[in-house]
């Protein structure tokens, strides 16, 4: 059967599958694109008491899709009960929202937003946002929130940012583990185009004879490397399990090559599998604890134990697969999911299932330790599968070893207010 049959074959089949392989649907499906996928080394919103009463009684609002209908509350506030943001934040979200325009600035709602923030003059960003935008605080429901009862206006935020790894385009030397692309037995197929309401779900498989079965875990694609069946799909070797590890979690990265090259590659598509966090791993069977736990202790404890790497690496089933990115700038970020390039400090990943990307928000971040207390403006620009929830962030701070010790260390508590053009109501568009 050549490729277009199978295919065919396969989505003729998906209605059987779904109704009885409710497992598997629930092994395979998730947001997309799902770039990057950090944040969910610490798992779980960090929720504080009840939202005062005033925020209580709001409608409830329609959501972004069915699956989160009722889930989120909205408050109309005045730009004077935000916290104070600096002025660099502004005008880095400026920045940010400049390009997020590019994808979105025809539609009506971010019409004349977007056609006033190209004329916005240096140091007018925070004056901009204040006269096309109207600050709403957000608040997540007990459905979503996991409480009895009410609502919470906090949640989780963590870091994410672009990592430096060492490799070559062959395999010699230190330059052993592989980083691949797509493999071709890899399928994804849009569940929305049968359910409607699964709007932004695919189910990722492979065929075996007419079926549609799960793609193969970690473990299992690791298995098949070892035995050479994978080899035709690697982009470059790198010289650290844990780096490679980790550049799959943070969704893209540079590859320092041994020619003097350097080489940045992106999220292509994973393997459909769910995200799962390495940290509740250690805790189990290390010895470690949740309160030492950061990027930066998985790496030392795995660097200390080579022996049991990778019995660690297959404590998370997600496998991403990567693509070359070929002209970029050095100077810009990564590409999001919105297919822009990420704004240090200024860009976020949110769950799409709630938050359209290109919105901006205002974020009050604040952690006990490492110390971390900031008001930032922010664009949501990507989406990872880790990232789920109403007031679930992840915060990208960019390129390099110093954000790198940012974005590991980052597990904060978090409170948000979207910003909407002025005359937009959430509870009618979100």
């Known amino acids: ?252 990265g540079r590859i320092a090559l041994d020619d003097g090259s350097v080489m940045r590659v992106g999220f292509a598509d994973q393997n459909g599998h769910p995200y799962r966090a390495v940290a509740g791993w250690l805790v189990k069977n290390a010895g470690l604890s949740t309160s030492e736990m950061s990027m930066q202790r998985i790496k030392r404890w795995a660097k200390e134990n080579p022996n049991r790497t990778q019995e660690l690496l297959n404590a998370n089933p997600n496998f991403v697969f990567f693509s070359e990115r070929r002209g970029s700038s050095p100077k810009e970020g990564p590409l999001g999911a919105q297919e822009v390039p990420l704004t240090a400090e200024a860009s976020v990943a949110v769950d799409r299932r709630y938050w359209p990307l290109g919105l901006p928000f205002v974020l009050d971040i604040e952690q006990a330790s490492p110390r971390m207390k900031m008001a930032r403006a922010v664009v949501a620009q990507d989406t990872g599968s880790a990232i789920r929830g109403v007031l679930r962030f992840d915060y990208f701070w960019g390129y390099g070893e110093q954000a790198g010790s940012r974005a590991g260390a980052q597990k904060s508590d978090v409170r948000a207010w979207i910003l909407m053009p002025r005359g937009e109501d959430p509870r009618m568009r979100m």
């Open 1 to 252: 059967m050549n490729g277009s049959l199978k295919m065919m074959a396969a989505v003729r089949g998906i209605r059987g599958l779904l109704a009885a392989g409710a497992a598997l649907l629930l092994a395979a499906c998730s947001s997309t694109p799902e770039a990057p996928q950090t944040g969910a080394v610490f798992e779980g919103a960090v929720l504080t008491p009840q939202a005062p009463a005033a925020l209580q009684r709001q409608t409830p609002p329609q959501a972004a899709y069915p699956l989160a209908d009722g889930a989120v509350r909205f408050a109309k506030v005045s730009f004077s009960a935000l916290p104070e943001v600096p002025d660099e934040s502004w005008e880095a979200a400026l920045s940010a929202f400049r390009r997020s325009c590019s994808k979105m600035g025809t539609r009506s709602m971010w019409l004349d937003a977007c056609s006033n923030a190209q004329f916005v003059q240096q140091g007018r960003a925070r004056e901009f946002f204040m006269t096309w935008f109207e600050p709403w605080s957000v608040a997540q429901t007990a459905a979503d929130g996991g409480k009895a009862a009410g609502v919470d206006d906090t949640g989780l935020a963590t870091g994410y940012y672009e990592p430096l790894l060492q490799g070559s385009r062959r395999r010699h030397g230190p330059y052993q583990h592989p980083i691949y692309r797509v493999p071709d037995d890899l399928i994804s197929i849009d569940l929305s185009t049968i359910y409607p309401q699964l709007k932004g779900m695919r189910l990722r498989g492979r065929l075996e004879g007419r079926k549609v079965v799960p793609y193969g875990s970690r473990a299992e694609i690791t298995r098949r490397a070892r035995a050479g069946l994978m080899d035709r799909y690697v982009i470059c070797w790198v010289d650290d399990p844990i780096e490679a590890f980790f550049l799959q979690i943070q969704g893209s």
